[in-house]
């Protein structure tokens, strides 16, 4: 069974920035990888993906512009970039494998394997 273990994550103020990785165990270049986040009394919600090669890539609109997501398939990680943080960017962030049927990138309900996550507060 793949695992996968963030790190990266702190406290921060707003305007910094941040690096989260997400180490992965097994056929990392056989996964679309996305990052997601959820904040107390929130919803998980979708934060980028990238595909196998790392030649696509989303990004919510949310953090368009300010986050990129990337993948390095020969360290099997994969990163979230994030600059000009901001304090509604606060949330634990959970790496995540789509699973093989899976199509819907922006539905959490798609990926079947997750890290612990990584807590990131941004402080105003």
């Known amino acids: 069974q793949v695992q996968l273990v963030e790190s990266g994550g702190g406290l921060v103020q707003a305007g910094d920035s941040l690096r989260l990785s997400c180490a992965v165990s097994?056929?990392?270049?056989?996964?679309?990888m996305g990052w997601f986040r959820q904040a107390p009394g929130n919803d998980r919600e979708f934060v980028a993906a990238?595909?196998?090669?790392?030649?696509?890539?989303t990004h919510a609109n949310s953090v368009k512009g300010r986050f990129t997501i990337s993948r390095d398939n020969a360290k099997n990680t994969v990163y979230l970039q994030m600059n000009s943080l901001k304090p509604a960017d606060t949330a634990v962030y959970y790496c995540a494998t789509l699973s093989p049927g899976g199509t819907n990138w922006y539905d959490w309900a798609e990926y079947d394997s997750w890290g612990q996550g990584t807590h990131v507060t941004v402080s105003s």
């Open positions: 990238i595909d196998k090669s790392g030649g696509r890539r």
């Open positions: 097994g056929a990392f270049n056989s996964y679309v």
